[in-house]
């Protein structure tokens, strides 16, 4: 089978970000498919282009890496999230369907990726002009994602035109891909039928935390400084909706009782450099910030460390599950995530792979006994471990998109027969 994905934020292996096009993608190809993944030169952590001089009249260009096939779309630069970011958009969806003019081949699935929903529909507009099945993968539960983080009011017109959008892309998908656990509950709310529903969360890949590699030197010379210490990380976006203020505030109460917990802030955003000078003005020492790091070193960091944090903000849009990378990633490093939400459930209880927590004090005091009984912090890592091995590998995740590709394109063949293969 042959795969073409459109997903404006995905990168090349070994970049810092969100791997989910490849882990998925490499397993693809072992099992013998094809994979073609569009993707924006511009990448939007680091504000740099990749691939493309400012002197190049090319606007796409393509690269193999590990066999898979990556198609490289020129898109506007931004530096913040203005105008020049909606032109990002839109050169992305116009270049992309030029583009897929033009690449050799012909696919049999198309995947269009919500990050922005114009990724999506250019996913469906490919697959109607190559005769292809279309697959929806909403990662982002558009609109509600902007309603719930404060954006955007409901009545907003802007909304309701995201509204119809999805409602469009929900019908003309063969299938639609969601990554929480309670999404599918959500897409049947909008009437749509279980049988295009496939949960696809997002997965670890175990043998990452089989190979551990050095360091970039200035990160190895500051953790080798705190060896002693009890390192608590957060490795991730630095945007305002990672709610890192939280942790901040819990760093800040740590600092009055107990000078053996130091903080790690590994990741970029907007939000990082008012962070800093916040931590920097309020005199709070026990936190360091770093460059984002290659998702290979990611078990590196993290076997140096020994919890892991997230903060949520309270956003009803989270009663549809979450499905975090890095919390997938503590888990597969085999230690605990203190995790500061308001969900009723999340994969961290689930495992008993670490606590939940309500407030920045709370936190504090989780932090406080996990630092006094590493033993019990320990098994929680492990359950973690467990958990995430058995039910978020990225092979059984290929297996269940491969079945369902392979399903419906027989069921396609089996309806071009019966018209008499007109």
Same mark, same amino acid.
């Given at each position: 089978?042959?795969? !073409?994905? %459109?997903?404006?934020?995905?990168?090349?292996?070994?970049?810092?970000?969100?791997?989910?096009?490849?882990?998925?993608?490499? /397993?693809?190809?072992?099992?013998?498919?094809?994979?073609?993944? &569009?993707?924006?030169? @511009?990448?939007?952590?680091?504000?740099?282009?990749?691939? %493309?001089?400012?002197?190049?009249?090319? &606007?796409?260009?393509?690269?193999?890496?590990?066999?898979?096939?990556?198609?490289?779309? /020129?898109?506007?630069?931004?530096?913040?999230? +203005?105008?020049?970011?909606? @032109?990002?958009?839109?050169?992305?969806?116009?270049?992309?369907?030029?583009?897929?003019? $033009?690449?050799?081949?012909?696919?049999?699935?198309?995947?269009?990726?919500?990050?922005?929903?114009?990724?999506? @529909?250019?996913?469906?507009?490919?697959?109607?002009?190559?005769?292809?099945?279309?697959? &929806?993968?909403?990662?982002?539960? !558009?609109?509600?994602?902007?309603?719930?983080?404060?954006?955007?009011?409901?009545?907003?017109?802007?909304?309701?035109?995201?509204?119809?959008?999805? =409602? &469009?892309?929900?019908?003309?998908?063969? $299938?639609?891909?969601?990554?929480?656990?309670?999404?599918?509950?959500?897409?049947?709310?909008?009437?749509?039928?279980?049988?295009?529903?496939?949960?696809?969360?997002?997965?670890?890949?175990?043998?990452?935390? +089989?190979?551990?590699?050095?360091?970039?030197?200035?990160?190895?010379?500051?953790?080798?400084?705190?060896?002693?210490? %009890? =390192?608590?990380?957060?490795?991730?976006?630095?945007?305002?909706?990672?709610?890192?203020?939280?942790?901040?505030?819990?760093?800040?109460?740590?600092?009055?009782?107990? +000078?053996?917990?130091? %903080?790690?802030?590994?990741?970029?955003?907007? #939000?990082?450099?008012?962070?800093?000078?916040?931590?920097?003005?309020?005199?709070?020492?026990?936190?360091? @910030?770093?460059?984002?790091?290659?998702?290979?070193?990611?078990?590196?960091?993290?076997?140096?460390?020994?919890?892991?944090?997230?903060?949520?903000?309270?956003?009803?849009?989270?009663?549809?599950?979450?499905?975090?990378?890095?919390?997938?990633?503590?888990?597969?490093?085999?230690?605990?995530?203190?995790? /500061?939400?308001?969900?009723?459930?999340?994969?961290?209880?689930?495992?008993?792979?670490?606590?939940?927590?309500?407030?920045?004090?709370?936190?504090? #005091? /989780?932090?406080?006994?996990?630092? $006094?009984?590493?033993?019990?912090?320990?098994?929680?890592?492990?359950?973690?471990?467990?958990?995430?091995?058995?039910?978020?590998? !990225?092979?059984?995740?290929?297996?269940?998109?491969?079945?369902?590709?392979?399903?419906?394109?027989?069921?396609?063949?089996?309806?071009?027969?019966?018209?008499?293969?007109?």
């Amino acid at each position: 089978m042959k795969l !073409w994905i %459109f997903n404006h934020y995905a990168i090349a292996p070994g970049k810092s970000g969100i791997t989910r096009d490849y882990d998925l993608s490499k /397993r693809l190809i072992d099992a013998g498919h094809e994979v073609t993944i &569009f993707a924006s030169s @511009f990448d939007h952590r680091t504000r740099k282009e990749n691939y %493309f001089s400012k002197e190049s009249k090319r &606007f796409y260009k393509v690269e193999k890496l590990e066999g898979i096939r990556y198609v490289w779309i /020129r898109t506007t630069p931004y530096k913040k999230n +203005n105008l020049k970011r909606v @032109f990002n958009i839109l050169s992305y969806a116009y270049r992309g369907l030029k583009a897929s003019r $033009r690449i050799e081949g012909k696919p049999d699935t198309v995947m269009g990726t919500i990050v922005h929903p114009l990724a999506a @529909f250019l996913g469906y507009v490919v697959a109607q002009n190559q005769k292809a099945l279309f697959y &929806f993968e909403e990662r982002d539960l !558009w609109p509600e994602t902007l309603i719930h983080l404060g954006k955007f009011s409901e009545k907003n017109p802007i909304i309701k035109v995201l509204g119809q959008l999805e =409602l &469009f892309l929900y019908k003309k998908a063969k $299938r639609i891909i969601v990554l929480f656990d309670k999404a599918p509950d959500y897409v049947r709310s909008k009437g749509i039928e279980e049988r295009k529903i496939i949960y696809l969360p997002n997965g670890v890949d175990i043998e990452r935390y +089989n190979r551990i590699y050095p360091l970039p030197e200035d990160m190895e010379k500051k953790i080798e400084g705190l060896e002693e210490k %009890f =390192l608590a990380v957060y490795t991730g976006a630095h945007g305002l909706a990672n709610n890192l203020d939280v942790l901040i505030n819990t760093a800040k109460i740590i600092q009055e009782t107990n +000078n053996n917990i130091h %903080f790690l802030f590994v990741g970029d955003g907007v #939000e990082k450099e008012r962070l800093i000078s916040r931590v920097k003005n309020e005199k709070i020492h026990n936190i360091s @910030f770093f460059d984002p790091i290659s998702k290979d070193l990611i078990p590196s960091l993290l076997s140096r460390c020994n919890v892991g944090l997230i903060s949520m903000l309270d956003a009803d849009l989270y009663k549809w599950g979450m499905s975090l990378n890095k919390v997938y990633d503590y888990m597969a490093a085999s230690i605990p995530t203190i995790i /500061r939400c308001n969900m009723s459930e999340t994969i961290v209880q689930r495992s008993n792979g670490g606590v939940e927590v309500k407030s920045e004090d709370e936190m504090a #005091e /989780r932090l406080e006994y996990a630092y $006094r009984h590493p033993e019990i912090m320990k098994q929680m890592g492990l359950n973690a471990r467990e958990y995430v091995e058995e039910y978020h590998s !990225w092979d059984e995740n290929a297996k269940t998109l491969i079945q369902a590709m392979n399903e419906d394109l027989q069921n396609e063949k089996h309806v071009h027969e019966l018209k008499g293969g007109n």
